[in-house]
């Protein structure tokens, strides 16, 4: 059974203090590796999407990186408007469903 | 591009009352999908459809949990009868075709229920 991990549940940063946040996963052949946002009241908006074991992305603020067992999420000098629920997610090499982390909840203070 | 329409934002109903659900996935997307979210059990997918075809409804939670997809603009996700452990925020997703690729889902604001 496909499960995703995300570590630590919740983090508390002072505005530019860098962290990372963790997501492990086991899945029968990974099609791709999914990074979402989601505020408070709304739907989770899309961040990044990873294949390959060494793959990076960035993205403002954020970079994403992938190995065959995790990827980290590298939030680098954080703002108040960072904070956020940082959900992590696996497809598997077949069918289109996504399996979903519990999240992060990130809250960053000025 | 309007994104995921999802309608109503809010619904409170009463125990044993049948509750419909609708969404507009994006133009272009023939990927759909619907999920739930709680505080104990996260984002959890209930069914997803292919080109209007339900292809995985193992999430659906029981019998009185029913979705339809009649053409490419249009979904409904219904519960008759409605408990109080059916609320949830029940998100609707799309996204483009997949064959060998993976697409990123595009979720909707989702429709928080309450069911007293």
């Known amino acids: 059974e496909d499960q995703v991990t995300q570590s630590p549940e919740a983090l508390r940063l002072q505005e530019g203090e860098s962290s990372s946040l963790n997501c492990s996963y086991t899945?029968?052949?990974?099609?791709?590796l999914f990074w979402y946002r989601q505020d408070p009241g709304k739907g989770p908006e899309f961040l990044f999407t990873?294949?390959?074991a060494g793959e990076e992305k960035e993205k403002e603020r954020l970079k994403a990186t992938l190995t065959k067992k995790e990827s980290f999420l590298h939030i680098t000098a954080p703002k108040p408007e960072d904070s956020a629920t940082y959900l992590c997610a696996v497809q598997a090499q077949y069918g289109n469903k996504l399996v979903f982390g519990a999240g992060t909840i990130l809250r960053v203070k000025s | 591009d309007a994104g995921v329409i999802q309608s109503p934002r809010h619904e409170v109903t009463e125990m044993g009352q049948e509750v419909t659900l609708r969404c507009k996935p994006i133009?272009?997307?023939?990927?759909l999908f619907w999920y739930r979210q709680t505080m104990m059990r996260g984002l959890e997918l209930l069914i997803y459809f292919n080109n209007n075809v339900p292809i995985d409804d193992s999430g659906m939670p029981e019998d009185r949990f029913s979705a339809k997809m009649p053409n490419a603009s249009f979904s409904t996700l219904k519960i008759q009868p409605s408990e109080p452990r059916d609320s949830a925020v029940y998100f609707c997703a799309s996204s483009q075709p997949t064959g060998t690729a993976s697409y990123e889902q595009y979720f909707g604001p989702g429709t928080r229920l309450t069911v007293t």
């Open positions: 133009s272009g997307h023939n990927s």
């Open positions: 899945v029968s052949g990974l099609r791709g």
């Open positions: 990873l294949y390959s």
